[in-house]
């Protein structure tokens, strides 16, 4: 059984940040990739950014700049600084992990509870 806990979304003005934090938590062997994706009303779920086992970070056009996105392999967490939010970053934002269980050994892809970001203009 693997767990994602996410936490630090929240209301924010235009300009402001907010930190996301998403640790996963079980019978992990290996963490191929975490990141998160977000979903605003009415739109489809789009990926925002993700860290490869590597330490390779891809991140959205849209946030590029903004928000960065850092990872502590001791605590299988991910992190996420998003600066200069604006209105457009409103949406509820899920962590997802990519990884591989200890039993059995099989890559699985998880997702989080969900997290709402708000940002007021």
């Known amino acids: 059984q693997v767990q994602l806990v996410e936490s630090g979304g929240g209301l924010v003005q235009a300009g402001g940040s907010l930190r996301l934090s998403c640790a996963a938590s079980?019978?992990?062997?290996?963490?191929?990739?975490m990141g998160w994706y977000r979903q605003a009303p009415g739109k489809q779920r789009e990926l925002v950014a993700v860290?490869?086992?590597?330490?390779?970070?891809n991140y959205a056009d849209s946030v590029k700049g903004r928000f960065t996105l850092s990872r502590d392999n001791a605590k299988n967490t991910v992190y996420m600084q998003m600066n200069s939010l604006k209105p457009e970053d409103t949406a509820v934002y899920y962590c997802n992990a990519v990884l591989i269980t200890t039993i059995p050994r099989r890559e699985y892809n998880y997702w989080g509870q969900g997290t709402q970001v708000t940002v007021s203009s």
């Open positions: 860290i490869f086992s590597g330490g390779t970070t």
């Open positions: 079980g019978s992990i062997f290996s963490l191929n990739r």
